[in-house]
């Protein structure tokens, strides 16, 4: 079967995302857009108040008795486990008793008419404490022998005797900080009860088969008696990976005791209180280089933040160890990963998983070589990229480096030399002439690995439906978080089936259709959603075509399935060739699956190959200072990014933008804080700031590597687009160093620790006058 037509809305093509007009203007339905059956209770979360303690005495008969409640759940109240941790560890309750371990932690839940009264109610609770000693942070909890929340992992290759033999040896600290997911729509749960043990939920989260398996855990149930839907998120970036159990079990039991549909939607403020974030890391690093600028060896130990359970702790400090070479050969290399237990909110998934918490290690040591040498660190990233056949820290063989084309490209376009140079010479100016604002620039790689580190993950299944009238209904195991993931996949159906993109509707994630599923996570929604679609469309059109081919007499290849349907000489439209098939019986669903090739990983011993492929990219990015304040703007960013053939070139574009201003939001604005007795004090968008509309750099260019194609069996050659473009960012975090190390006249690296808020760029300028 051959087909000559290419359907309109087919991949490669940059059609509108299904849902954009809905978005703009306020038609798209989201969890809490849903209309409630009659007599939706509100459920309301009461919270501890201490970070570290022992709960003396619980007095709850006020809230009992509050206007308008009818329940309040303990864990005295919990008919299967009272544990939603998403590693086996048990050790992350839905309600906490007798001992809280974070500030904000849930310890019971009312469940009244409104969500008003529920609120309410939870304020009159009477909770005393033994109040125990607490760490906040991962170098006072390594002090305080807190141990770890999960097994630690040591990569290593080579000879570690060339640290010791190298002709040049620096070492240093770099602090990461954390980052809030700040998703526009908050985590969110309805569970509606069933007959005999079954219930659904209508849920934001990108792993519907995770809330399954939690529920029926905490319900006591099989999982089959539980339903998991969702229609779209308003944001997800890793934080509802795992952080929306809590919600769905404690809107689940309250629903089935009550046998009355229950809705529960925190607050803003207790949402950033009660759920993790990005991981925060102080990284202690010790470099071995020559005078060339080459470096001999590496030893890394990543100490990270992790909270009070495991959660994704264990692969979130791995793959930040995995990524600490980014796209640089060390010969020799040790890294150490430490998750410390804390007395926080347990830290979890955010787009690039640990990553970016590596790169931006690899790319202080290029620059604090960079420093010593005296030279351009362009010139130090480019001397020690990857050539193929070098092997990774976890032993994985470099096979598709294409850094070199993409760094020569960059270069040109963005006019980085001369840029620089004229960075160098304002600068000058300014220090001469006492002039208050201060120039950088830096060209910064990436290079990350694609695939769930946790090799079972990397699979998918996808149900696609033909109705007798020629329309198609289309249902995988993906979750729409605004990516543009429903329409890749739709776009990947309607060019395997030769038809038009309108004929395909797109229709809610749900464990009732396709089960089993992985998190819509690792940037592999399109890779492993898109090739279990396209296997359920093999399957159609071989069908279709042996049925044709039969009746008419003809061999397959004189078979073309499509808008118009060609048999030999004979043409008919694919709604009524449609309908020939359903008379004459046949089958018109199929089930697709796919499972990732190639991939192992063997964590005892630190090699494997975890990643089927890497994508990459670099972005140039100007800033200037205003070294009276510490205040900067982003003159200008340019940014060249690989994703392989891409499936739709403008969503794929307004993933890298996004991603470019959220990693800059990271490294820049976004600072978490507690106070000293446990306190989230960044609770709302009036403490904490991500970046505006305002912040986004003056001129911004933003390309796609059109010339690369996945040397991998990928859907269409694509490459992963979510996560890989986050790390982007750093160029600027970069940039910001140079303008500051213009105060010592580039002698030495400033290091400063990230985020670079302004206060924290203006104490550094300070340190330096």
């Known amino acids: 079967m051959k087909q000559d037509v290419i359907a309109r809305g087919a991949a490669h093509s940059s059609i509108i995302h299904d849902s954009a007009e809905k978005h703009v203007t306020g038609q798209a339905d989201y969890t809490d857009d849903l209309t409630l059956p009659e007599g939706t209770l509100h459920a309301y979360l009461g919270l501890s108040t201490v970070a570290h303690g022992r709960i003396s005495r619980m007095d709850l008969d006020a809230v009992r008795k509050a206007s308008g409640v009818h329940l309040v759940l303990t864990a005295d109240d919990i008919p299967g486990v009272n544990d939603i941790s998403p590693n086996g560890l048990h050790d992350d309750p839905v309600f906490a008793f007798p001992e809280v371990q974070f500030h904000g932690q849930p310890i019971f839940a009312v469940i009244a008419e409104t969500r008003d009264q529920a609120r309410r109610a939870c304020k009159l609770a009477k909770l005393d404490y033994e109040e125990l000693p607490f760490a906040l942070d991962a170098m006072a909890a390594r002090d305080a022998g807190m141990g770890y929340v999960t097994k630690p992992l040591t990569l290593s290759r080579g000879d570690m005797a060339a640290l010791d033999a190298a002709p040049r040896r620096l070492d240093g600290r770099l602090t990461v900080g954390g980052q809030e997911h700040f998703y526009l729509e908050s985590q969110i749960a309805l569970a509606i009860p069933g007959e005999d043990d079954e219930v659904v939920l209508h849920t934001s989260t990108q792993h519907p088969t995770e809330v399954q398996h939690m529920v029926a855990h905490v319900l006591h149930v099989p999982a089959n008696a539980v339903v998991v839907n969702v229609r779209r998120m308003g944001g997800g970036f890793g934080g509802k990976e795992t952080q929306m159990n809590l919600f769905c079990c404690v809107a689940a039991l309250a629903a089935k005791r009550l046998k009355r549909a229950v809705k529960l939607r925190p607050d803003r403020d207790d949402d950033f209180a009660i759920t ?309 019986r046949i089958q018109l669903s199929a089930a697709g699956f796919y499972k990732t090739p190639k991939i192992h990983w063997n964590r005892e011993t630190g090699r494997g190959r975890p990643f089927y492929y890497y994508a990459y990219g670099a972005a140039c990015a100007e800033v200037s200072v205003d070294t009276l304040t510490g205040e900067y703007v982003i003159e200008r960013a340019d940014v060249l990014h690989d994703v392989g053939r891409s499936l739709n070139p403008a969503l794929d574009k307004g993933q890298v933008e996004g991603a470019f201003v959220q990693g800059t939001g990271w490294l820049t604005t976004e600072e978490l804080w507690w106070d000293k007795q446990g306190r989230l004090r960044t609770h709302a968008p009036s403490t904490y700031k991500i970046p505006l509309a305002s912040d986004r750099p003056k001129i911004f260019n933003v390309d796609l590597a059109d010339w690369s194609v996945n040397r991998e069996n990928t859907i269409k050659r694509s490459k992963a687009v979510g996560e890989p473009p986050f790390m982007l960012g750093i160029s600027v975090f970069q940039a910001l160093n140079m303008a500051v190390a213009s105060f010592n006249g580039y002698r030495a690296n400033p290091r400063i620790d990230a985020p670079a808020t302004p206060e924290r760029v203006l104490m550094a300028i300070e340190a330096l006058r």
């Open 276 to 584: 993790g974030k990005r991981h925060d890391f102080v990284i202690d690093y010790d470099v071995g280089y020559d005078d060339t600028g080459r470096i001999h060896a590496v030893s890394g130990d990543f100490y990270a933040r992790c909270g009070f359970s495991a959660d994704l702790s264990g692969p979130v400090t791995d793959r930040a160890l995995f990524h600490a070479d980014n796209a640089y050969y060390y010969p020799a290399v040790e890294l150490r990963s430490h998750p410390m237990k804390t007395n926080t909110c347990s830290n979890t998934a955010f787009r690039g998983f640990g990553g970016p918490q590596g790169v931006i290690m690899a790319e202080r040591v290029v620059e604090d070589i960079a420093y010593a040498l005296g030279r351009d660190p362009l010139e130090i990233r480019k001397l020690n990229l990857y050539e193929n056949g070098q092997l990774t820290p976890y032993h994985q063989e470099v096979e598709d480096q294409i850094l070199p084309r993409i760094f020569e490209e960059l270069e040109a376009s963005s006019d980085y030399h001369a840029r620089r140079q004229a960075v160098l010479d304002f600068n000058a100016r300014a220090k001469s002439m006492g002039g208050t604002i201060r120039k950088g620039i830096a060209l910064t790689p990436v290079k990350f690995g694609i695939s769930f580190t946790a090799t079972w993950f990397n699979q998918a299944g996808a149900l696609i439906h033909i109705y007798s009238d020629g329309s198609v209904h289309l249902n995988h195991g993906g979750t729409e978080m605004g990516q543009g993931l429903n329409t890749k996949v739709a776009q990947v159906v309607a060019e395997a089936l030769g038809i038009d993109i309108a004929r395909i509707r797109i229709t809610r994630t749900t464990t009732e259709k396709v089960p089993n599923t992985s998190a819509t996570a690792a940037s592999s929604g399109s890779d492993l959603n898109g090739m279990a679609a396209l296997d359920a469309c093999r399957q159609l059109t071989q069908r279709l075509t042996a049925f044709a081919a039969e009746a008419k007499g003809l061999t397959p290849d004189d078979i073309q399935i499509g808008e118009t349907v060609r048999m030999g000489g004979e043409d008919m439209p694919f709604a009524d060739f449609i309908k020939t098939a359903y008379i004459a």
